[in-house]
């Protein structure tokens, strides 16, 4: 990473003893208003696990058997939240069961569609000068501190594959460049399910307007008005 490497540490809490105390702090913390807020751009309403999952630090049973302890204790919050490490189980395996599932669509057919290529828009897109403010905003705060918002990522990405119709794969190997979280399956799943060509895809014709999700997940614009310009 060069010296981009000294930018994303600043935003980096790393190691298996921060992982081991995250899943116990997140229940008291903040399951009760996940559910409510997860979606909202400028809240900071997720657990935080990502970056431990990826890089191996802590295991998704651990997580699990955490929400649920929590649960067994009295903190009520938002269910769906012990399906995210199941969904995560899911996607590594089926890249196990069909390693080309980076790199080909999985549904047959698809790759007969045709898409664009790494092109000039492609680049805006990573430069986050799309002029689409909530699909800029989000693209920066990656490049800056390598991680980007779940609900944000689904805007960015189908801006990517949806609006401007360039091929999944090279937003895939952006996402597997930047993000300080990178998972293989859950980056193969997510690209090919925005595409329309996984195997639990969105349907190929829904498009997301990025102006409806940003006035409805960041009314007051404090995530588009605050994300870190690059420099340099």
Same mark, same amino acid.
């Given at each position: 990473m060069d010296r981009g $490497?000294?930018?994303?540490? &600043?935003?980096?809490?790393?190691?298996?003893?921060?992982?081991?105390? &995250? *899943?116990?702090?997140?229940? #008291?913390?903040r399951l009760s208003r996940h559910a409510m807020a997860r979606d909202m751009l400028a809240e900071d309403a997720a657990s935080g696990l990502s970056d431990y999952l990826g890089r191996g630090e802590i295991a998704r049973r651990r997580i699990w058997a955490a929400a649920m302890a929590a649960r067994d204790?009295?903190? &009520?919050?938002?269910?769906g939240f012990l399906s995210e490490p199941g969904?995560?189980? /899911?996607? @590594?395996?089926?890249?196990y069961h069909h390693p080309g599932l980076a790199s080909e669509s999985w549904r047959e057919g698809r790759d007969r569609f045709p898409r664009r290529g790494d092109d000039a828009d492609a680049e805006r897109w990573r430069r986050s000068l799309t002029g689409a403010s909530v699909v800029d905003a989000a693209m920066r705060e990656m490049f800056v501190t390598g991680r980007m918002h779940n609900r944000a990522r689904m805007i960015v990405a189908s801006y990517r594959a949806r609006r401007l /119709?360039?091929? %999944?794969?090279?937003?895939?190997?952006?996402?597997? #460049? !930047? *993000?300080?979280? %990178?998972?293989?399956?859950?980056?193969?799943t997510g690209w090919? @399910?925005?595409?329309?060509?996984?195997?639990? $895809?969105?349907p190929y014709f829904r498009i997301f307007n990025p102006q409806t999700p940003? $006035? &409805?997940?960041?009314?007051?614009?404090? !995530?588009?008005?605050? $994300?870190p310009i690059p420099t340099g």
């Open positions: $490497a000294d930018v994303v540490a &600043r935003h980096a809490v790393v190691g298996e003893e921060a992982a081991r105390e &995250r *899943p116990g702090r997140f229940p #008291d913390e204790a009295g903190v &009520r919050g938002d269910e969904w995560r189980d /899911l996607a @590594w395996h089926l890249l /119709l360039t091929d %999944w794969r090279v937003g895939l190997g952006w996402f597997a #460049d !930047c *993000p300080s979280e %990178w998972d293989p399956a859950s980056n193969a090919q @399910w925005v595409a329309g060509s996984g195997p639990d $895809a969105a940003a $006035a &409805r997940f960041d009314p007051e614009g404090a !995530c588009r008005r605050t $994300a």
